[in-house]
């Protein structure tokens, strides 16, 4: 099999099948090689046509309080006061550096989603 770069859906397809097919191949195989190979060029094809961008900061942390179990107290270390954390996930306030520098070390939280541009309510006029 000749393992050559993605430039087409047909082919990206064709190379979909055939990681299928390579699955269970055994370890340190020549199939194993290619189900690597083909597997790279899938990802570098699907970065140019299928980008996914990166979460609403706000999702994000309800996200990680609901599969970690954690409640709104349990962000006070890393943000603030109950207030503030209310303020923040109501989208009252924008997280600030601060808060997304010990988002990012306590909870092990990728500062580079936390730190995205997201919308605030807006205030009552």
């Known amino acids: 099999m000749t393992i050559r770069p993605i430039h087409t859906e047909a082919e990206y397809q064709a190379a979909l099948a055939q990681i299928d097919s390579l699955w269970d191949a055994p370890d340190a195989s020549e199939a194993a090689d290619q189900l690597e190979l083909l597997s790279m060029l899938v990802e570098v094809y699907e970065k140019q046509h299928y980008p996914i961008d990166a979460p609403d ?44 520098r010990r988002l990012a070390s306590g909870l092990d939280l990728p500062a580079s989603v936390l730190i995205q541009d997201y919308p605030l309510r807006r205030e009552a006029a």
């Open 57 to 100: 900061p706000i999702d994000f942390l309800n996200y990680v309080m609901e599969t970690r179990g954690l409640a709104r107290k349990d962000l006070e270390p890393y943000i603030g006061p109950r207030g503030r954390v209310s303020d923040i996930l109501n989208r009252v306030r924008p997280l600030t550096l601060d808060m997304i």
